[in-house]
């Protein structure tokens, strides 16, 4: 990747100085994706409500990068196209870490919010791993609670005081019990076979790097299934930035990638994943949760974790497959303490359960557009 990094860098230095040519628009506000190459969760629900004022000009570069040649080139353009949009922008919003933001310092009086695509953050990220730019010149971020502010502030070279706990916008609606019965309804009548299942949803995070490539998490799910028997079903929910996975054909396994992992949270009984933020939203159901982490040993090296996984986790932590099954036909057992331990999680992760967080991230943009 440090040859591309290279590259991109020239390519974007021979651009740089021409992106200052066009004043800063005072009330353009550009959006910035690398992971959907749509309005998708907090982007859209930020977007839709700025449009209804009808005095914003936005303006969107939306890319889900592809590890490939074509991939690479289509990247680079796009970010040809940041630069020059970043720098006449009087904000700029970006839901990932960002090489154009990082590498080229934007005017005084451009400035940039970063509303990551996650919940939180149970693995290390940004400036806390080892990567191949430094994470630098934003301007504020939001996070979800105060025991996230000197996490996020590390991660992407800010200030506790540019850290605002607003809640994340996307999990608004799954305090909306109207929204969780009538996605529940949906998903019923478009995936009859859930209906007197047992709804075990696995979704795990990717292997890998942005720069290179993405590899899907090591499980069997068609032994795991067979072995915990046919009154459950698996949901498969593969990361967004997977791009094929072994299961999209799979008779035991459902393998739902058109829906949105808070959408499946209203059908799931008990979760599955690993290191994934998916962790934090699903504590707003208050069901069980198992990690699967056979890889445990090493990811606790590298990138590392943001809290004492083992011991924190709000559910077993399993590390082969024989665990997890074991884990599965427990979960009926459960006790006070399996309550206690999703709570303490759940108290440390939330600030605010009032379904609120999008009001208060667009008076924080109300702010930043004044100031």
């Known amino acids: 990747m440090k040859t591309k990094s290279i590259i991109l860098t020239i390519i974007l230095g021979i651009f740089y100085p021409f992106a200052f040519i066009s004043r800063v628009k005072q009330n353009r506000i550009t959006f910035i994706s690398l992971e959907h190459d749509n309005l998708s969760k907090d982007f859209k629900l930020i977007y839709d409500r700025l449009n209804e004022k009808n005095k914003y000009e936005l303006r969107t570069v939306l890319f889900k990068f592809e590890s490939s040649l074509w991939g690479n080139i289509k990247y680079g353009y796009?970010?040809?196209?940041?630069l020059f949009l970043i720098?006449?922008?009087?904000?700029?919003?970006i839901d990932y870490n960002n090489f154009v933001v990082s590498k080229f310092p934007h005017r005084k009086n451009v400035k940039v919010l970063q509303l990551w695509h996650a919940t939180g953050a149970l693995k290390k990220f940004g400036n806390d791993v080892e990567r191949d730019y430094i994470v630098n010149h934003y301007d504020y971020t939001i996070v979800n609670s105060d025991f996230l502010k000197p996490i996020f502030a590390r991660a992407f070279n800010v200030i506790e005081d540019q850290v605002f706990v607003t809640g994340i916008p996307n999990n608004d609606k799954i305090f909306d019990q109207n929204f969780v019965d009538l996605t529940y309804q949906r998903l019923l009548g478009k995936y009859p076979l859930l209906k007197g299942k047992k709804i075990i949803t696995y979704a795990p995070?990717?292997?890998?790097r942005i720069s290179t490539h993405f590899k899907e998490a090591l499980i069997d799910l068609e032994k795991i299934h067979q072995a915990i028997g046919n009154d459950y079903i698996v949901i498969y929910k593969s990361h967004p930035l997977?791009?094929?996975?072994n299961y999209e054909k799979n008779e035991h396994v459902l393998y739902i990638q058109d829906e949105l992992i808070s959408s499946l949270f209203c059908?799931?009984?008990i979760l599955v994943t690993d290191y994934s933020a998916i962790a934090i939203d699903w504590m707003v159901f208050n069901k069980p949760i198992i990690a699967y982490s056979p890889d445990l040993m090493t990811y606790s090296h590298k990138p590392g974790f943001t809290i004492d996984?083992?011991?924190?986790?709000p559910g077993q932590v399993t590390k082969n497959e024989?665990?997890?099954?074991?884990?599965i036909i427990a979960v009926n057992g459960e006790t006070e303490s399996d309550?206690?331990?999703r709570q303490l999680f759940t108290d440390k992760m939330y600030k605010f359960r009032d379904g609120k967080s999008t009001d208060r991230v667009l008076d924080l943009i109300e702010s930043i557009m004044r100031g």
């Open 87 to 93: 720098e006449s922008s009087r904000l700029v919003i």
């Open 322 to 327: 024989d665990e997890l099954i074991k884990a």
């Open 242 to 245: 997977i791009q094929h996975s």
């Open 267 to 269: 059908v799931t009984d």
């Open 78 to 82: 796009a970010c040809i196209r940041q």
């Open 205 to 208: 995070t990717f292997r890998g």
């Open 309 to 313: 996984y083992e011991n924190e986790f």
């Open 339 to 341: 309550d206690l331990k």
